[in-house]
């Protein structure tokens, strides 16, 4: 991209929007379907809970029954958790799981 105008650029990169042009620096952005890979539900699982990843194509794999019994988790986090609970990021995901411990 050395020496090129923001016009060549534009036109080089075309599936690509230009955030920021200068002299030293530019950025670039775009924007994909889909998810980045660390898209989880947490639900139940027979008295457990359980975590399972969201794929690309919309299914779950289950990853993980905790221990953690639902029984003793309130009435509104039991009812959530019989649809799931959608959590973006092994960060939040863990922050969850910390929470029903």
């Known amino acids: 991209m050395v020496n090129l105008s923001k016009t060549e650029i ?38 457990q809970v359980a975590i399972y990843k969201l794929l690309e194509d919309g299914t779950e794999e289950e990853i993980e029954v905790t221990g953690i019994t639902t029984e003793y988790l309130p009435e509104t986090d039991k009812i959530t958790m019989e649809k799931g609970i959608l959590v973006n990021g092994k960060q939040n995901l863990n922050q969850l799981i910390e929470d029903f411990e």
């Open 10 to 47: 534009e036109e080089k990169y075309q599936d690509y929007k230009i955030e920021s042009f200068a002299s030293n620096e530019v950025v670039l952005a775009q924007e994909k379907q889909g998810n980045c890979g660390e898209h989880y539900k947490v639900k139940d699982k027979q008295g």
